[in-house]
């Protein structure tokens, strides 16, 4: 599983810091951060944040395994 | 009783906006392979409400951008630009406009708002006056604002705001009247309030807080509007953003209880359930999004025991509950607490519960030259909700908090089971 942020849209809602803060956080400069590649057991919470996101930010390629 | 036992059957969604395409994207995410129908009153396919009153004013996205992603597996029936005129909930039969009814098993109320009309006094003339929910106010919002003539904003609330700032970001005159002494202060208090106000002034926006429109001027074109101070303001465009009620006049006559908040919002319980006039939840029927009014953990004390939010947020977090109730499976453990969000004035508005219940704020940072705001709304002696601007880092950990709040209310409604 593959995540990616379009930086452009992003508007820092924080909703993918709810739904998986396993894999999404923000700095002390407000500047998201996120894994990349999470490990299987974070599909469910990714796939939440993507449903989440007001601004359709996330995309996340390869299985969710 | 019929119901939609297994993968067969067919439901209906009243409502193509962001509820009913996530009620509907979550049926078949949940299994269901049976029918599903949309009825759409405005004639277009699910679009992405919140930017009409900002990217899509300012022309930062198209309208094509606009449009929200449809699961390509969805498969679904889309009657658009057809309004839902009555329910018969023993016959589980829906009337349509054109004369068509719809059969159910299931059906999903995800009408919708619609905004408040001019209350008075008077009317305000016909050519000018500017309403925001659907695609086609905006598109008229957008012409009016191209044009360049000076605006008139009616409302001091989230919307009034960002239509403020969008057009003050195209360089438009603006002036925003407002009833209440500052912005927001019904929806976040007045730390928010007098935050937003600073910043407003900054961007260049003609406030008059405290104050009424007392009439419109103009025939029929507007050329202003005549205050409750005795001044005078002249527009050529006014935008009335009064508020929004839940579009549920379709459900008159079908014994569902409406929410005594004046919103028109069905009445729901913790599994989207519609209550019926004796207060039991009615099967076979969820309601999502702004025609829906849920429970939440601060009732009593002069508070209903289930509000209209009008979040966005909602219509995405009650999506799957609603179908696991639907198709009589077990829904997931998250829980949901509301949140908002709204930009404006350079400012990033981001909260989590609901800050309108608080009776006293606490400020944790407050720096105006930053444009940084955080601060915690409390009821009594409990947190009920949080907000920052330019700081949605600091908001994750008042979420956590208020999440066992919300995660009781499972236990609230467990007795109607």
Known sequence: ?65 | MRGLQGASGAVVVVGAGLAGLRAATALRERGFGGRITLVGEEPRLPYDRPALSKDLLTGRRTEAENALPLPPDLDARWLLGRTAVGLDRTARRLALDDGSVLDYDGLVIASGASAAPWPGPGSPPAAGTHLLRSLQDARGLLLALGHGVPLLVVGGGFLGGEVATAARTLGVAVTQVHRAPLPLARAAGPVVGGFVAGARALAGVDARPGAAVEGFLGGRVMEGAVLSDGTRVAAGAAVLALGARAATAWLRGSGLRSAPDGSRAVVCDHRRRPLADDGAPVDGIVAVGDAAASPHPYSGDGVPAHLALGHWSEAVDHADTAAATLLGQESGTETAVPSFWSDQFGLRLRSVGLPRLADRTEVHDHDAARGRLEVSFHRGDRLVGALTANRTSRLAAYRDRLREDWSGLDRVDAHHR
């Open chain 1, 1 to 65: 599983m593959r995540v990616r942020v379009d930086r452009a849209s992003c508007e820092n809602h924080g909703q993918c810091v709810f739904a998986a803060p396993g894999v999404f956080s923000f700095d002390d400069d407000e500047e998201l951060l996120y894994e990349e590649a999470p490990g299987p057991g974070q599909g469910e919470a990714v796939a939440r944040a993507v449903r989440s996101c007001p601004v359709r930010a996330i995309t996340v390629e390869g299985g969710r395994g």
